[in-house]
């Protein structure tokens, strides 16, 4: 269908016109035309509108630099990442063999905590294959072995459906593109084919959204899938570099390179971070309320390349704040949903009672009552009823992510309390979070107790009430200890 559509604009290309190659998630790879002119937001509209996506602001385009993917300013022309002379290129844009000259790739830019912050089935197809990609080139060690196996079995039928004795014979998947390569070396291929159809097999009848959306909420769990990493030198001279610079929705990781480890040195939530600053080649990484002797000093290359770590660090915590209101109203509903679980799980306790040789499940209120009357109390059912919930549409970004610069000089200043584009954030969504909040239920639980006015009259007063669940949200604070790992490192 994509290429149906690049095909008959090409038969019509005007002059001043460039193809631009835009690698997908998929490894698909799409030709898109546009002026020499244009900037890389208008070409990033196009190829939206192609693939009929509906969140595009999870989404970004780069270019690939030193085994690095490095994201582009949409604001920019299109020339400025292009060859010397594409713009003005009479060939559009096309080398001696016809390929583009100007090579772009479609990837995740910002990261979610939450999969239910992800609901256009397209946007969540691309998100999963970027998560599969990223678990190939994790290198968390063997503690997380068994995770990998149980996402590859969702991916294999998320990407091959129900597992089929007639068709999935043998070798039918390849491992590199489901395991990270530490494992396959561990474990060897025979190992893993002989094993995963029986794991693929669990997942029967399970659609292909609802295995990329579990793909999603397991993927997302481990420490260093959902996070864009780069590598940093701890000292200007130093080669190659020793660090891993990790950026995510939650805040920052810190990595050592060690032979072919790689540990976890600091882990800062944004709140955690006092001020982000670069001068030159030079970063520094202020944590809040710690005296100025104690922040981290980094290396990079170049003065842009400082710049840009800085930017890509400031727009995922800028995207952080804008949705945090939606993410602590999924996480209130979930707070609810698990309420209704633990009070379901109260009132059917495991108090039993034999009759005739046959364990029946009595309530603790039946089991007290029956204690009282010598009779057991009847059931009945209602039928389930399944609360709806209001939509929201996810708000883009502000595209200016340049900070304001002084002399090769810019500094970023985190605070616990969101900033003025968090509180409008917050006032965007204001109507849709209101109406969720009012979507009430008819019933609470599915199984009910019928127990006469006498029975309850005679109950004791001490019956504890529902409670609910501590939750602890409150992330980790720096520094944490750092953890070994056995495998080489791998740049996303």
Known sequence: MIKDKVGMARRSLPASHKYVDVVLLNGEHVQIAAEGKARVQDLFNKLCSLLDLKEPHFFGLAIAKD????????????SKYGPRGWRSDSSHGLD?????????????????????????????????WQLRQNVTQSFLGPPQEEAFFVLAALALQADMGNFSTDKHKG????PAKYFPQWVIAKRGEDYITRHMPSMHKEHQAMSTTEAQTEYIKQAIKLEDVAMHIYRVKKKKKENPASILLGICQRGIQVYQLSDADQNLQFSYSWNGLGRLKFKRKRIELQPDGAPSFRKLVYYTDSYNRSKYLLELMKSTHQFHLRMK?????????????DKRKYRESYIYSTELEWE???????????????????NSLGRRKRGNSQSSKGSSNTSGICSDLKPKLSDGEASEKFSEKPEDDHKRAEQDTHNNTAAEDTTTTPQEADHVVEVSAEVLQSLPQSI?????????????????????????????
């Not at 016809?98 to 256009?120: C, K």
């Not at 005739?356 to 010598?374: M, P, Y």
């Not at 609910?468 to 750092?482: A, K, T, V, Y």
Request: charged residues 25%; positive net charge.
């Open 96 to 128: 001696k063999k016809g390929a583009p000259l100007l090579t772009l790739y479609f990837r995740v830019q910002f990261y979610v905590e939450h999969g239910g912050l992800i609901r256009d089935r397209v946007t969540r197809q691309h998100y999963y």
């Open 67 to 78: 085994g690095e993917f490095q994201f582009i300013d949409p604001q920019k022309r299109l």
């Open 171 to 174: 070798q039918y998947f390849q």
């Open 325 to 337: 209101p939606r993410l602590d109203q999924i996480r209130k509903m979930e707070a609810q949903a």
């Open 464 to 492: 504890p009430l529902d409670e609910e669940p501590r939750r602890n949200d409150q992330l980790s604070m720096c520094p944490r200890g750092s953890q070994s790992n056995n495998t080489s490192a791998h740049s996303r």
């Open 356 to 374: 005739n040789g046959v364990t029946v499940e009595l309530s603790s209120f039946e089991a007290f009552a029956k204690q009282l009357t010598g």
